[in-house]
């Protein structure tokens, strides 16, 4: 079995003036676990720097990649409420679409049977109407029994109720019945677009029946896209509503597109992962839903503790920094490092550390003294 002791054993030569006599002086480094203490030629030789964590602003670029959304109430499925045959259309996807446009002719015998349900019970209804008020007069006069006008009332109660139902169906394919008559019962109804955008999807054909679950055209306004970024679990407490971002196309990385923070997400995602909603600050209409972007993020953060990125070393995949015990001897402390610039780089919940001294230059000469000496 292998032992590391980290023992360094370093013996200097003295030269005496004078004589030729050589006199031996040994001077051990002993380790324990992290810690290390230099001799103090040794301490000179290493040219190591101390001092305390530095205390202030720092920047850097947050980058993350997303795709081009739409917002749920800027895209529509449109469906037909009474199954039909499909007339006719000539949507196509990509084409543009106003608001109150026809989509669609749909056809089919139960339209015709509404409109003529509707006809028949408004004639009823007047019918019904008169016979009450009849029998309102008679019950008044005590000419009529009261369970014939109750019965008379109740005819004419249910039939207006049944004329309601029959009237919002029409009004719910399209059929104004304001305008409906005896000379206008059309076996064919139209389909309108709900709102300004672009053609999507189309999924049905001419002659083709469609029942009231299945959706015929999906149409997008894509005035009010956003960008949906995948921004990472560390990173998340960087960043803010409001805040600025720059995106980009693999295609065109020079065009950059403004846009703000609008949402961050509260979820978190098997890839701890969060979404982040960003709004552009301008419609640009080489923007399409489903694109893939690039982004970047400017992220300042206050009174940071940092260090010189001489002070960082790696080992086994961690990263440490030494704290000053005493003048000779340090110990290794396992860090989480931040953003850096300009030379610097953040520790992370700095605590106690804050307050410590610790070697600002020439950290790795430490690490390779402890590292360096094995024996079997």
């Not at 037909?80 to 002719?105: C, I, N, Q, S």
Request: proline share 3%; aromatic share 8%.
């Amino acid at each position: 079995m292998k032992h590391i002791t980290f023992q360094f054993t370093i013996i200097f030569l003295l030269a005496a003036c004078g004589n030729n006599q050589q006199t031996k002086e040994p001077a051990e480094i002993i380790s324990a676990e992290n810690t290390v203490t230099l001799s103090a030629d040794q301490l000179k030789n290493a040219g190591i720097e101390t001092g305390k964590m530095d205390q202030r602003k720092i920047s850097s670029i947050l980058k993350v990649n997303g795709k081009v959304d739409v917002p749920p109430q800027n895209m529509v499925s449109i469906s037909f409420p009474l199954g039909g045959y499909l007339k006719y259309t000539k949507l196509l996807p990509g084409m543009h679409v106003r608001k109150g446009e026809v989509l669609a002719v749909l056809e089919d015998m139960q339209f015709i049977q509404l409109q003529q349900d509707y006809l028949m019970g408004k004639e009823k209804l007047t019918y019904l109407q008169s016979e009450y008020q009849r029998q309102k007069d008679l019950n008044i006069e005590q000419a009529a029994s009261d369970k014939v006008f109750q019965q008379t009332q109740s005819d004419y109660q249910s039939q207006k109720i049944l004329l309601r139902g029959l009237k919002e169906k029409l009004n719910l394919i399209g059929i104004n019945v304001e305008k409906l008559n005896d000379n206008n019962i059309n076996r064919s109804v139209k389909l309108f677009s709900p709102i300004d955008g672009y053609v999507s999807m189309v999924y049905v054909n001419v002659g083709k029946y469609v029942s009231p679950t299945d959706v015929l055209f999906d149409i997008v306004d894509p005035k009010d896209i956003h960008l949906n970024l995948t921004v990472f679990e560390k990173d998340i407490s960087r960043l803010s509503v409001g805040q600025e971002v720059l995106a980009y196309t693999n295609d065109n990385p020079e065009k950059k597109f403004q846009a703000d923070i609008l949402l961050i997400g509260k979820n978190i995602s098997g890839q701890r992962a969060v979404e982040v909603h960003c709004h552009f600050e301008r419609y640009d209409k080489t923007l399409l839903p489903g694109m893939y972007m690039n982004a970047e993020i400017s992220i300042t953060t206050l009174n940071a503790h940092v260090v010189p990125e001489e002070a960082i070393v790696q080992w086994q995949n961690e990263q440490f920094i030494f704290t000053v015990d005493d003048k000779s001897q340090f110990t290794m402390t396992k860090v989480q490092t931040g953003v850096s610039e300009n030379g610097m780089i953040e520790i992370l919940s700095a605590g106690d550390l804050s307050k410590k001294e610790i070697v600002l230059r020439k950290a790795y000469s430490l690490l390779m003294k402890m590292k360096n000496t094995k024996e079997d």
